[in-house]
């Protein structure tokens, strides 16, 4: 029977191109997001394929619907073999304008509630002595970026958390890597860009070595071959698929 992959945030952006992925792959695939419209559309997309997949309501920073997701997850598709973390948000603020509240939730989403999605995980690939986890972080964390403090320590600590998840981990089977992205074509950049957060892919585009941005297709394809049986050697590792923008 196929594995179970799991993908976060999977209705949109990075996370459905990873779904996509998978289900070429030929996963059984869950989706779990916090947006109902896109999480039923991408779901009854994957299905038209013939694919075994299933859309899944979460909110990553509450870890009570973290569980009851994955214990849904096993009950309707079996134990969870693949989990890749695609699940955040993202802001922008000057250092003094990063309220409480403000910081709290960027690390309840992007970091805690990536360590709730694998500490959920976790125990079916322990039982099956095999697993693979990719989790997204984000470029910022490795090169600094203006007004997001609160983000990029979010993402650097899930660079930090994949490695000590890797060592921790790796006896029992069970690989983990993070993908930092720079800029990915999704409607969260294209949202960040009219509300002028972002300066505008086109504006980028320009500085990065080959010259074109990101597609979610591209982290896809790094997922696939992390989780799969040729990728079983690679773990702990940070994989900059970000077109020469940051070496």
């Known amino acids: 029977m196929s594995r179970v992959a799991v993908v976060t945030g999977g209705a949109s952006g990075i996370g459905l191109g990873v779904a996509r992925q998978f289900v070429a792959d030929g996963y059984r695939v869950a989706l779990l997001d916090n947006n109902p419209d896109t999480l039923e559309s991408a779901a009854s997309e994957l299905t038209a394929a013939a694919a075994t997949v299933i859309g899944v309501p979460v909110d990553v920073a509450d870890w009570d619907s973290v569980h009851a997701a994955f214990d849904r997850v096993r009950k309707e598709l079996g134990p969870v073999e693949i989990l890749v973390t695609s699940a955040g948000i993202e802001a922008f603020d000057a250092l003094p304008d990063v309220t409480r509240e403000k910081w709290d939730r960027i690390i309840a989403v992007n970091l805690t509630g990536t360590f709730s999605c694998v500490q959920a995980a976790v125990p079916d690939m322990q039982a099956a002595g095999w697993g693979r986890i990719v989790t997204i972080a984000s470029s910022s964390a490795q090169s600094g970026a203006p007004n997001m403090a609160h983000y990029v320590a979010s993402k650097g600590g899930v660079i930090g958390l994949t490695k000590a998840l890797a060592v921790e981990l790796a006896r029992q089977g069970i690989t983990a890597n993070t993908i930092p992205p720079t800029v990915v074509d999704t409607p969260m950049a294209r949202h960040a860009e009219t509300t ?46 970000n077109g020469g923008m940051y070496m």
Do not use: K
């Open 196 to 241: 002028g957060d972002f300066p505008g892919i086109d504006v980028i585009v320009p500085m990065i070595p080959l010259g074109r941005a990101g597609t979610p297709a591209d982290i896809a394809a790094a997922c696939s071959y992390l989780c799969s049986e040729a990728g079983g050697y690679v773990t702990g590792q940070v994989i900059g698929v």
